[in-house]
């Protein structure tokens, strides 16, 4: 479409799964200007749950059907990842966009030929790296980028999920299970993108839980000299938390229960002035503390990476987040995989895309 076009985008909706469900059906729903025409989804179940949801959409059990059968514009994948290459590749060779959820892939080769057919088609394609349109997380770039922590020198982040039942796909490293993968994509490329640095090194400690790969331990080492700590699992604690510390001090945010980066200096005074300046401090962030705890901050990530989508799929101006953004943090999930086989560190490689 181009930016003159008065009629709504036609979407259809790949894939609708709990994570769909709860976040990217809803959005999609809401938006202005946005029609969801068609939903495809296997299971019986949630394509029925799906009803109440889009009641005026199509319903197809196979996304192949759907994109051959339905006028688009647009698609949103929000499939298993082991079937997202064919799904895409599909959809870009209807002329369609993209919005991709993450991984891009499950491997190397898959995640190649998405960013080719991406390439050729000349439409938009973005990877679904919602938490780069998270106001904290724009905030916290920015932050960094202007020097409030000076040259960043390291950060820890910890992205878990409370145990519950997972899908099948989502038990199983090959169909696109695992904490890297599901988790660790996000947090390889959100600190990337909050440091403005390219990951580079990874080294990598796994372990199987409750299902394969469920918990892992990873070191980064990023092209400015920063390092970075990362927890991800898929079976301890609803928990997104990330701090980056520099030598004028340290900036942190908690997705789910703060509406604000919090700053600690480099010092730390403990002298009688500066802790009943502290205090003062404390009681006067009171009423703002007191609605997070009442009313926590809303998820909206999903839903502004969405409007920003069909936005820049309607020929608006709009920077997103491209698939080959998706490769390079593939290609660190890769790495980290092979350092957790080997016991050392692993480069990150991130493959040429040829014609």
């Not at 514009?73 to 929000?78: L, P």
């Not at 002298?271 to 009423?287: C, D, H, I, M, Q």
Request: hydrophobic share 45%; aromatic share 6%.
């Amino acid at each position: 479409m181009n930016s003159g076009d008065s009629r709504p985008l036609r979407v259809g909706l790949l894939g609708c799964g709990r994570i769909a469900r709860l976040s990217h059906l809803p959005a999609l729903a809401r938006l202005p200007g946005v029609e969801l025409t068609a939903i495809a989804e296997a299971d019986s179940g949630n394509r029925e749950a799906c009803r109440s949801l889009a009641p005026g959409a199509a319903r197809y059990e196979d996304y192949r059907e759907l994109i051959a059968a339905r006028p688009l514009d647009a698609v949103v994948v929000c499939l298993p990842p082991a079937l997202h290459a064919d799904a895409a590749i599909a959809a870009f060779e209807r002329g369609l966009h993209v919005y991709l959820e993450k991984p891009l892939a499950t491997n190397i080769e898959d995640g190649q030929r998405i960013v080719r057919a991406w390439r050729g088609a000349g439409t938009t394609g973005w990877i679904g790296f919602n938490f780069r349109f998270h106001p904290l997380a724009v905030q916290l770039r920015a932050a960094i980028a202007g020097g409030a922590v000076g040259d960043p020198l390291g950060a820890r982040t910890a992205f878990c999920a409370a145990g519950r039942e997972l899908p099948e796909w989502k038990r199983q490293r090959a169909s696109g299970g695992g904490a890297l993968l599901d988790l660790a994509s996000h947090q390889f490329d959100l600190l990337a993108y909050v440091l403005g640095q390219q990951l580079v090194e990874v080294s990598a400690v796994l372990s199987s839980r409750v299902s394969e790969e469920d918990t892992a331990l990873t070191q980064l080492r990023f092209s400015g000299g920063a390092v970075a700590s990362v927890f991800t699992a898929l079976s301890a604690v609803e928990e997104h938390a990330m701090e980056v510390i520099g030598p004028a001090g340290r900036l942190s945010f908690d997705r789910y229960y703060a509406s604000r980066l919090r700053f600690s200096p480099a010092r730390r005074d403990f002298g009688r002035a500066a802790r009943l300046r502290a205090a003062g401090a404390v009681l006067a962030g009171w009423p703002r503390a007191l609605r997070d705890a009442l009313s926590p901050p809303r998820e909206h990530s999903f839903a502004l990476a969405l409007a920003a989508f069909t936005q820049a799929a309607r020929g608006k101006p709009v920077t997103g987040p491209g698939l080959d953004l998706g490769l390079n943090s593939l290609a660190g999930v890769l790495a980290a995989e092979r350092a957790a086989r080997s016991g050392c560190t692993a480069n990150v490689m991130v493959a040429e895309v040829g014609p």
